[in-house]
């Protein structure tokens, strides 16, 4: 086991500011007991199982496995050390500025980390995050490796391309994800490690290398790079509740992404940042209709 204490310049909530990279409470690579944020990953140097927890001096943080270093030296930039708000301002919108103030501890983070997220975002393009969420769990439990050390029970190391590359065809049916996804997962993970190395390029160029292998679009793209670069611009355009959340929050009715990008406008360079704002007060929008009800693929 490593450790080390990170003492960050500025307010720093571990929640908010990793909230964003959990895929649901059921994320086999995500837990949080007791105060303690747990990430299982892999890194260059192999799995590392990372436990993060708010104490007087900062931020303390334990790692575990073949990674555990990487896994340290990476903690500053986990936790937002190189966000840069240089240039936003908050008094655009009186919510906006509210919200500014009210989490002073919402930082954007980098985890330098691409196929991590690639994975589980394709896996919900077009259906719903109930659908993409059993899919990743599933999948992970499967194919993933335990997470080192002492980590909660049930955590797992999501697979590496050359395992990704090895679960059959029949259990992405059974995990619910249909041919065009799994294909398209199957083209990314082909070049994995190409991927995993455009963490040392800007976050446009890293958008524009994803978006080069067929089926990943704008929106996979900008979920991608908001996580692995931190980028505060990069705004989920084709998302399905997205456009409403954002148009209910700044102006009281729903728009489309038209309407969402012209409501942005005002701060670009962070417009990723008021999002993360929005979604960090819960803001919704009225939903109407009947629940959708997941078709079944396991067999019976």
Partial sequence: MLSTT????????LALVLGSLAQGRSDPTFRVESGSWWLAFTTPDGPATLRLRTIIDGIEAQSWGAGAAHA?????DLLGARDDASGFDPSRHPLIAELHHRF??????????VMAFLVPTVLGQKVTGLEQKRAWRELVLRHGEPAPGPAPRGMRVAPAPDRWRKVPSWEWHTAGVGPQ?????????????ALERIVAVDAAEASR?????????????AEVVQRSH??????????????KAVGTALIGKRVDDDGMLELLEPWRGHRQRVVRLIEAAGIGYERHGPRFAPPEHRAR
């Fill in 181 to 193: 996804r799994s294909d398209t997962i199957m083209r990314a993970v082909k070049v994995g490690d």
């Fill in 72 to 76: 340290l030296e990476g903690v500053p």
């Fill in 230 to 243: 931190g980028d505060s611009d990069a705004v989920s355009v084709g998302d399905f509740h997205l456009s």
């Fill in 209 to 221: 290398r994803l978006r080069t292998i067929a089926g990943i679009g704008v929106w996979t793209a």
């Fill in 104 to 113: 002073p501890g919402l930082r954007l983070t980098r985890a330098a980390r």
């Fill in 6 to 13: 990170y003492a960050p310049a500025t307010a720093v909530s």
